[in-house]
C-alpha cells in the first residue's frame, strides 16, 4: 500500500497570510500513461463530509476559489492556501488515488493565529 | 445537482451485520463508480473500496475482503454496503463518495454506525 504522510499535523496562521501544507507519498502516484499526479487535496470541517478542491495535483474543482493551490509530481506534493480566510478553518486531507487501495494523508488541522 | 443521501444512524452489537444505503440522483448513476470510506471517531480516513455502477465490479481493499460486500441496485440508483461480523473497531462515519475523473468527487453525509453491546 502506499503511504501518505502530511505535516504538519496542525497549523496556526493569521488571517491574510499563506498556509503550506505537506503531502509525501512512498511510491510516485505519477502515471506515465497520462503524465498525471494522481493526488488530491480534501477539506473538512466538523460534522460534514470531504470537499474535494484539487484533484490531478493542481487542478481546482469547481466553485474552489483561487486562494487554494496545488503543486508537485511523483512523491511530494503541496497545498497552499493564499490569503487565509476564517472560513478555511478546517482539516485538510491528501488522497493518492493512483493504485488500489487508495490511501489519505492523516490530516492537518489548520487553525487562525 | 449530485446528490447522495445516506441512510440513518445504527447501532449494532458485536457480531452483527449493517447495510449502508447510499442513494444518488441528479445524474445518470450507472455512468459512475462509488466509492466507500469510513471515518473512525477523533480519527483519519480509510478507503474500504469502490464498485462500478454500471457493471457490479467491485475492488475492495485487502482489509475489508470476505467482510464487507458492496451491491448497487441501478433500478433506484441505490448503493450498499454491507459489514459483517462487525466489531467495536468498525464503530465509524461511513461514507459513499462518487467518482469524477477517477477521484472520490461527491459525497454523502455519512452515517454513523455504533457497535456495541
Known amino acids: 500500500d502506499i503511504v501518505m504522510t502530511q505535516s504538519p499535523e496542525s497549523l496556526a496562521v493569521s488571517l491574510g497570510e499563506r498556509a503550506t501544507i505537506n503531502c509525501k507519498s512512498s511510491q510516485s502516484v505519477l502515471s506515465s500513461s497520462n503524465n498525471n499526479n494522481y493526488l488530491a487535496w480534501y477539506q473538512q470541517k466538523p460534522g460534514q463530509p470531504l470537499k474535494l478542491l484539487i484533484y490531478w495535483t493542481s487542478t481546482r474543482e469547481s466553485g474552489v476559489p483561487d486562494r487554494f493551490s496545488g503543486s508537485g509530481s511523483g512523491t511530494d506534493f503541496t497545498l497552499t492556501i493564499s490569503g487565509l480566510q476564517a472560513e478555511d478553518v478546517a482539516v485538510y486531507y491528501c488522497l493518492q488515488y493512483y493504485s488500489s487501495p487508495y490511501t489519505f494523508g492523516q490530516g492537518t488541522k489548520l487553525e487562525i493565529k | 445537482q449530485v446528490q447522495l443521501v445516506q441512510s440513518g444512524a445504527e447501532v449494532k452489537e458485536p457480531g452483527a451485520s449493517v447495510k449502508v444505503s447510499c442513494k444518488a440522483s441528479g445524474y445518470k448513476f450507472t455512468t459512475y463508480g462509488i466509492n466507500w470510506v469510513r471515518q473512525a471517531p477523533g480519527q483519519g480516513l480509510e478507503w474500504m473500496g469502490w464498485i462500478s455502477a454500471y457493471n457490479g465490479n467491485t475492488d475492495y481493499a485487502q482489509k475489508f475482503q470476505g467482510r464487507v460486500t458492496m451491491t448497487t441496485d441501478t433500478s433506484t440508483s441505490t448503493a450498499y454496503m454491507e459489514v459483517r461480523s462487525l466489531r467495536s473497531d468498525d464503530t465509524a462515519v461511513y461514507y459513499c463518495?462518487?467518482?469524477?475523473?477517477?477521484?472520490?468527487?461527491?459525497w454523502g453525509q455519512g452515517t454513523l454506525v455504533t457497535v456495541s453491546s
Open positions: 463518495a462518487r467518482d469524477e475523473l477517477a477521484v472520490p468527487a461527491y
